[in-house]
């Protein structure tokens, strides 16, 4: 018998039926094991020796592949084509060794797709684990460990608040920092355009000043209304003819196909997907043999596929859209090693695949790799040039037509926003030559203002750090998962926005550890990995060299005071914390004692701005509050209280302005939701009264109050909870609307009154019932079904983050127990409690709810 180890069980089943008999597939499910979360688990000082522990939840799995190779002639290891797939087989074969459980026979393959004839042609080509992609994998990994698990407890003890800092993760959240920065230092300038309407022929255009009283205008130019009306009523007066007319034709040619970072940012373009969504989504299409390896930075495809795709478009279209030669495109990987094939379809025959999510990424896949292949476009691009009789005065009119479309009858790649964006002038002008005199119809002077860089979003993030060489595109999602898990950044309309705590830390990070969050140096590390992945460095070299310096660095700054280290930060964040004011005033002098002076300090939740006069003046300014911004600095009196005739006053604290009521212990207060618009007196007294009862409950007589709490507005009544979507709905929900929401909640958000459900999350088919596969919210949590078998999600799973394979995975392990022990398929009124009462689903729900969850995946992306 010949055992084969992948990483799912989908690909494990499809794999299987394409070899047949005398082989037995079994699933790893991602990583088995992975260096433990404790001190100790890299030693430098043991050149670099490094601990490895089985995850928890992968000791069945790993006793079901240790049974299996100690009857197997041989050992095929045939996951990914990549240094985490190369991992994988690694530690399998590792683990087994000294499990003594390893056949004598022991090959490596990897294919690039999951089809019969990819599986069969690798099966012929075996050849041994790759050395140096598993030193660059234990160099990678190592590098991580020692990063993360040195600096960390240097956050934790010098800056409240912070949680974790990365390699690659720090840097990112750099990125979005210096952007907010730049958003913030930016100074918005006027201009105006003034813009003809103008016909010719039946077809309206339009035409732009471009030259003002002798004087070529520049974007700026026009910087006041009095200039641009002046300008707009010369035009109005004047009368324009055409004095050239310059036609000049161009050509686009098609993108290659995607790679993994592409995918990620068009599809989050187009789709909307972020960068984690599209390759679990990818990842579906992998292991369903509709697409090619995801994780690749390939741009070039196999000359059976290019074949293929020529011979679809010469099927589809006519020979104008085929070149006559095929379309080659190079890899700027650095590395040929994991330089593998771009993404593309397996057959392009099908153009079509799946449904939901997954036949949008299928269609996107599949028009980029056709559309690679295709002919170029060709434009002609129009600019006409109107002047009048002086000569002083020129109107510019543009404008673009799609002489062939070529590609572009398929597929067009989309642009990331771009602040300031020149005007689309790209419509179709009328016919004209020199001499005509197009008939005006209009003139607007628009007054603009310049625009801020835009923030980053998913898509824009990933290609700037693919332009800086900063980590791998196979690591992006994970990456960012991170920074919005740490709260470090939160995700407003698909763009990013640095949080208090994210800003925070990267000041500590460029203060004391500036070298490490350099764009040049991560870059420059990430050459090092490549160079032993090529075989051109030594992986413990690597190690050693980082070792040297940051172990030091992060010794020196582990001895300050956490005194000290707001000293320095207040230091080195004073123009921002401390900007100078407009009047010359000292930007330090405390707004509410005018004595004191403000600085930053650091508290058991994170740092903000005080008086050096506390506890006399006890003014206090959150650290994202930028300099100049005092508001809500002083209390500011809002009325009294109409029945105990105390001060209700609006004050401004460490974690946000709050309301309160007298003064003292005894003082009532309250925080103030960001969703009130102007508050006043008769908002804070409703604050200040909650909670609000609405009643007893019609079935228990235990009443339902509503209220506000850290998580947001919400429901109550005997220990369980809804959500109310604003502030007003806590004072406005009646209780035939509060009973409706607590059941629903009960339900786990499902409407209530057997109303069908809707699922969180599609999987698509299972690959072996073929039921949808669903990720939906139940009485007891949440949990996926394929419409035959229902599994309970482990309680450490997040449903958010659950991957196709781990939903495939929880369903193969509850259908493979069987019916719960001593639970009959008999009529509910049959099931007694204990205390003979009638049971009806509770006992068949509360069983699959006990039920161990099976092994969890362990991703590439953890």
Not at 498 to 519: K, M, P, Q
Not at 750 to 759: D, K, L, N, S
Request: hydrophobic residues 35%; proline residues 6%.
């Amino acid at each position: 018998m010949q055992l084969v180890i992948v990483e799912s069980p989908a690909k494990a089943k499809t794999i299987e039926k394409y070899l047949g008999p005398g082989f037995q597939v079994l699933a790893s499910y991602g990583h088995i094991r992975d260096l433990p979360v404790k001190d100790g688990s890299v030693r430098p000082d043991e050149d670099f020796a490094m601990d490895w522990e089985l995850y928890g939840d992968k000791q069945a799995r790993v006793k079901a592949i240790t049974d299996a190779a100690k009857q197997a002639d041989r050992l095929i290891l045939a996951t990914d084509p990549d240094r985490e797939g190369e991992a994988i087989s690694w530690h399998v074969k590792e683990l087994l060794g000294k499990r003594r459980a390893l056949p004598k026979e022991v090959e490596r393959v990897t294919f690039n797709a999951i089809t019969k004839q990819a599986v069969t042609d690798a099966m012929k080509k075996p050849r041994e684990l790759d050395q140096d992609l598993i030193d660059a994998y234990l160099a990678r990994r190592a590098l991580d460990y020692l990063f993360g698990f040195t600096l960390s407890p240097v956050l934790w003890r010098k800056l409240p608040g912070a949680k974790s800092a990365g390699r690659v993760q720090s840097v990112a959240l750099r990125l979005i920092v210096e952007r907010e920065r730049e958003i913030e230092a930016f100074t918005a300038q006027e201009y105006w355009s003034v813009v003809a309407k103008m016909e010719k022929g039946g077809t309206e255009f339009l035409a732009r000043l471009v030259k003002f009283e002798g004087q070529k205008l520049e974007r700026l130019s026009l910087g006041e209304e009095g200039i641009a009306l002046r300008a707009k009523a010369v035009v109005e007066a004047a009368t324009f003819r055409v004095e050239d007319v310059e036609t000049r034709p161009t050509r686009r040619n098609p993108s290659p196909p995607f790679t993994t970072s592409t995918l990620q940012q068009e599809a989050a373009r187009k789709l909307g997907f972020s960068a984690s969504h599209t390759m679990r989504v990818a990842q579906t299409l992998y292991e369903a043999g509709a697409i090619t390896y995801m994780r690749t930075d390939g741009v070039q495809m196999d000359p059976s596929a290019i074949s293929a795709a020529r011979k679809a478009i010469s099927d589809r279209y006519d020979g104008h859209y085929l070149p006559e030669k095929p379309r080659h495109y190079e890899t700027k990987a650095k590395n040929a090693q994991e330089a593998h094939e771009a993404i593309r379809p397996t057959d392009f025959g099908k153009d079509r695949h799946g449904a939901g999510d997954e036949a949008r990424l299928y269609d996107l896949i599949y028009k980029r790799a056709m559309a690679s292949q295709m002919a170029s476009a060709n434009l002609e691009r129009t600019t006409v040039t109107l002047r009048e009789g002086t000569g002083k005065h020129e109107l510019r009119a543009t404008g673009q037509v799609v002489k062939f479309p070529g590609f572009l009858a398929v597929y067009e790649e989309g642009r990331d926003q771009k602040a300031d964006a020149d005007d689309d002038e790209s419509g179709l002008l009328p016919a004209m030559a020199a001499g005509d005199t197009p008939a005006k119809r209009g003139v607007d002077a628009s007054q603009h203002f310049t625009q801020p860089p835009p923030r980053y979003s998913e898509a824009s993030l990933v290609k700037r750090l693919e332009e800086l060489g900063i980590g791998r595109p196979s690591t992006y999602a994970a990456t960012l998962q991170v920074l919005k898990d740490r709260n470090y950044v939160r995700t407003e309309k698909n763009r990013f926005f640095a949080e208090e705590s994210g800003r925070l830390l990267t000041a500590f990070l460029e203060r004391f550890f500036d070298r490490y969050v350099a764009y040049q140096f991560t870059a420059g590390m990430e050459d090092e990995l490549d160079d032993v992945s090529g075989g051109r460095a030594a992986w413990k070299k690597v190690l050693e060299a980082f070792w040297r310096d940051f172990k030091p660095k992060s010794d020196e700054v582990m001895e300050k005071k956490p005194s000290e280290v707001t000293a320095e930060l207040d230091t080195f964040l004073e123009d921002y914390l401390f900007p100078p004011k407009a009047d010359g005033s000292d930007p330090r002098l405390c707004p509410k004692c005018q004595e004191g002076r403000l600085a930053l300090r650091g508290g058991k939740y994170g740092a903000f701005v005080a008086c050096s006069n506390y506890p006399e003046c006890k003014f206090t300014r959150k650290f994202a509050q930028p300099g100049g911004a005092e508001d809500g600095g002083e209390d500011a009196g809002l009325g009294k209280d109409p029945e105990s005739g105390l001060e209700v006053t609006r004050r401004a604290g460490r974690f946000g302005p709050y309301i309160q009521l007298g003064e003292g212990k005894e003082a009532k207060r309250a925080s103030i939701p960001k969703d009130i618009g102007e508050l006043d007196l008769e908002w804070a007294l409703k604050l200040l009264s909650l909670p609000r009862e609405i009643g007893p409950h019609p079935e228990s007589g235990k009443p339902i109050t509503a209220s506000i709490g850290r998580y947001g507005p919400y429901l109550a009544h005997d220990g369980k909870y809804a959500r109310l979507k604003s502030t007003a709905e806590v004072f406005e929900t009646g209780m035939n609307a509060a009973v409706v929401k607590l059941a629903e909640a009960a339900a786990g958000g499902r409407p209530a009154r057997g109303a069908a459900a809707e699922p969180l999350k599609l999987f698509g088919p299972h690959p072996t019932s073929g039921g949808e596969i669903k990720l939906m919210a139940g009485r007891y949590g949440p949990y996926v079904t394929d419409g035959t078998t229902n599994a309970t999600l482990p309680r450490d799973k997040q449903p958010e983050m659950l991957t196709p394979e781990e939903a495939i995975a929880l369903i193969d392990a509850r259908a493979a127990k069987g019916p719960a022990k001593g639970k009959k398929k008999a009529p509910a009124k049959k099931a007694v409690a204990k205390d003979g009462a009638e049971k009806k689903a509770a006992p068949k729900k509360k069983a699959s709810a006990k039920a161990k969850a099976p092994a969890k995946a362990k991703g590439k992306e953890d």
